[in-house]
């Protein structure tokens, strides 16, 4: 019969062969990396501006009215592992007492697929403009609610819908907001001539001059943004956004305003978006913890190896003699 130090000891081996062996397959099973989840709850970003000014489409007259614009993701199939497939719809719409077509300013729906790490577009997106149909194939050349997951202090490109590019957007600063380390990155667009990108439904229109006649109008988009991602998912939790949209000569002058809007979001929608952000894994510490259970098994497999061939098992004892 063996002794009890080689069965202890054979025991201590199979645990330590069983840790080492787990925590070097983990990475294959359980993604612990911040990778975007597919059941997200927190989906929507609303930005709101209490002093706005928006253009009617049907007579050209600008209004002072409050406008909200919103951003709503969805997580949809086909997905798997490494991409999910999201519909993105963004909607801009006035407060007043028209009817709620009348109210719309705009609307568009966009669908493609990203990495869930680096939160980069994998496919052309498939735009649907409510205003503006027929649909259009559209390169999402950056980012845009999903950053790279353990986001870097540096400079990404950000997608801004309206010009359908991107733009460099530069880290500002490092914030804690409810914990959590959050990174500020700052994106400005100078004034852009949209109808010199893509022809579309709006980007043009016919300016009066003071003689009388008339001369071809171009609509001009700027903004100046604040994205607010939290540091271990890259998920966007905040956007601040001034925006102004004109209509304008060839040269960029300004002539008529389409929309000056300066906007945030409610506290209780960003309280949501970073709950949700620190429900997604920390690749940080979950990489530690897989790391300190290879480091126990080979220890324990050391051990029990060292047992199972009589390392512990002391001296045998030398038989007495009798005279």
Request: no cysteine; charged share 25%; glycine share 8%.
């Amino acid at each position: 019969m063996l002794p009890k130090s080689r069965i202890f000891s054979s025991l201590l081996l199979g645990l330590g062969v069983a840790l080492l062996v787990a925590g070097l397959v983990a990475p294959r099973f359980f993604h612990a990396d911040g990778r975007l989840p597919l059941d997200l709850e927190a989906t929507t970003w609303t930005l709101e501006d209490p002093e706005a000014q928006s253009r009617l489409n049907v007579d050209g007259r600008v209004l002072d009215v409050p406008v909200t614009r919103q951003l709503h993701l969805e997580v949809q199939a086909p997905a798997d592992e490494e991409e999910t497939t999201v519909r993105i719809g963004e909607t801009t719409m006035r407060e007043s007492r028209q009817d709620e077509l009348d109210r719309l300013i705009s609307a568009a729906v966009w669908n493609y697929r990203i990495d869930r790490v680096t939160g980069e577009a994998t496919s052309p997106a498939t735009l649907t403009d409510q205003l503006a149909a027929p649909t259009a194939e559209v390169d999402v050349d950056g980012l845009w609610l999903k950053f790279p997951t353990n986001a870097e202090q540096t400079t990404y490109d950000v997608f801004d819908p309206l010009l359908r590019e991107s733009r460099p957007a530069v880290f500002a600063e490092e914030l804690e907001m409810d914990g959590r380390t959050v990174y500020r990155y700052h994106q400005e667009i100078e004034p852009t001539n949209v109808a010199q990108l893509y022809a579309g439904l709006g980007n043009t229109t016919i300016l009066s001059e003071e003689d009388g006649s008339t001369t071809q109008g171009y609509l001009f988009h700027s903004a100046s943004r604040d994205i607010f991602v939290d540091q271990v998912s890259g998920m966007v939790v905040e956007i601040r956004a001034s925006i102004d949209d004109y209509y304008g000569t060839a040269d960029g002058e300004k002539r008529e305003q389409v929309l000056a809007f300066d906007g945030g979001m409610p506290q209780e929608q960003i309280d949501a978006l970073l709950d949700q952000a620190a429900s997604i894994s920390d690749v940080t510490v979950s990489q530690t913890i897989r790391w300190v259970i290879v480091g126990i098994g080979a220890v324990l497999a050391l051990i029990g190896l060292a047992g199972a061939f009589g390392a512990f098992g002391g001296r045998r004892k030398a038989g007495s003699t009798t005279d």
